[in-house]
């Protein structure tokens, strides 16, 4: 952080609920480590888990990463994210 700007984004969500289980935890224990640490953290899981086209373009594909669409979805939390427009303001 004292040389470089740091952020962080969290881990997304996967079609298996067992490893989404843990995948929620470390996103949560990563989250609350960057708020101590004061570096930004963009939550991927709780949005994703919850996104019609993300869920869809993670079955299209082998359940684990997405086809397109996905990496859409991804990208559009990052574009909105306020350290992401901090950090690389475009226009």
Same mark, same amino acid.
């Given at each position: 952080?004292?040389?470089? $700007? /740091?952020?962080?984004?969290? $881990? $997304?969500?996967?079609?298996?609920?067992?490893?989404?289980?843990?995948?929620?935890?470390?996103?949560?224990? /990563?989250?609350?480590?960057?708020?101590?640490?004061?570096?930004?953290?963009?939550?991927?899981?709780?949005?994703?888990?919850?996104? /019609?086209?993300?869920?869809?373009? /993670?079955?299209?594909?082998?359940?684990?990463?997405?086809?397109?669409?996905?990496?859409? %979805?991804?990208?559009?939390?990052?574009?909105?994210?306020? %350290?992401?427009?901090?950090?690389?303001?475009?226009?």
């Amino acid at each position: 952080q004292q040389k470089y $700007p /740091v952020l962080m984004i969290g $881990p $997304p969500p996967i079609l298996e609920a067992e490893q989404n289980s843990r995948t929620k935890i470390l996103s949560d224990c /990563v989250g609350e480590l960057c708020t101590d640490l004061n570096v930004p953290y963009l939550d991927l899981f709780t949005p994703l888990s919850q996104s /019609v086209a993300w869920l869809e373009a /993670v079955q299209s594909g082998d359940g684990v990463h997405p086809a397109a669409d996905g990496y859409r %979805a991804i990208a559009h939390l990052i574009q909105r994210w306020p %350290a992401w427009l901090e950090f690389a303001p475009f226009g």
